[in-house]
């Protein structure tokens, strides 16, 4: 029976065997790199091994003007980029900014926007708005928001105005309940107070959103609610009078 060789001689051997292989790999990689040279399939059967011309014919850039001239255009890609980005009117605008608000207590808009200039529209839209259903998209986000929020109060907690127009509002017991947003109590203060002003022409807070519409000041409130006017323009934009009495008015 063939005596088996001792452990130490198999750890020597595989050491052995071990360090001949990285000698071999850092030899080829460092001293001697294998030179590759791409080949013309094309012309591989014309063309002779020996000629110069044959070596030089598919240069990397060669290679680089190939790919160019084969690449499939990316129609989508390249549609987006040189579409222009939609541009948002008035009403628009209120409504893209009043969707972005009510949306997420925690949005704000960046203190970096200047309130007296059109609102960049991807700031407030969640959608690519220079994609060929940009328009629809948007149709859809003004349908969605006054929808949701058919009464929606830009508000200051501070304001005996404001508290009196929230004691009208919550006297109607509406369903949904009126989205009041008070303003003075957010950090984007300084930007969306005047930015509203614009978008609604009005002189101060708080305003009054109907259905997206500015309903007036809030003197012509207190005169609409009196007459039953506001209730009627209230039941119009899909809002229901004494709908929920036990709810509260949302706040954000």
Do not use: C
Request: overall charge positive.
């Amino acid at each position: 029976m063939p005596s088996r060789k001792p452990r130490a001689y198999w750890v020597r051997t595989t050491f052995l065997a071990l360090f001949v292989l990285a000698a071999v790999s850092v030899y080829v990689l460092l001293v001697q790199p294998p030179v590759l040279r791409p080949i013309s399939f094309r012309d591989a059967e014309h063309t002779h091994p020996d000629d110069p011309a044959r070596a030089s014919r598919w240069t990397p850039e060669a290679f680089r003007l190939a790919a160019l001239k084969h690449r499939k255009p990316n129609a989508t890609g390249s549609s987006n980029t040189a579409r222009p980005q939609i541009t948002l009117n008035q009403t628009q605008e209120l409504a893209a900014v009043s969707s972005f608000i009510a949306s997420l207590p925690q949005n704000v808009i960046p203190s970096t926007v200047d309130p007296a200039q059109p609102i960049d529209p991807q700031l407030v839209l969640d959608f690519d708005t220079r994609g060929p259903q940009a328009e629809d998209e948007l149709r859809n986000v003004m349908h969605d928001v006054w929808s949701r929020n058919p009464v929606m109060l830009y508000s200051k907690v501070h304001s005996p105005i404001s508290r009196e127009i929230k004691q009208v509002l919550a006297e109607l017991y509406l369903r949904p309940a009126p989205t009041i947003v008070d303003v003075d109590h957010r950090p984007d203060e300084s930007v969306l107070a005047p930015l509203l002003l614009r978008l609604t022409s009005t002189q101060e807070l708080p305003i009054l959103l109907i259905g997206g519409r500015t309903v007036g000041s809030p003197k012509e409130i207190r005169y609409l609610a009196a007459k039953g006017e506001l209730q009627r323009l209230i039941t119009e934009a899909g809002g229901v009078i004494d709908g929920a009495r036990k709810k509260k008015a949302k706040k954000l």
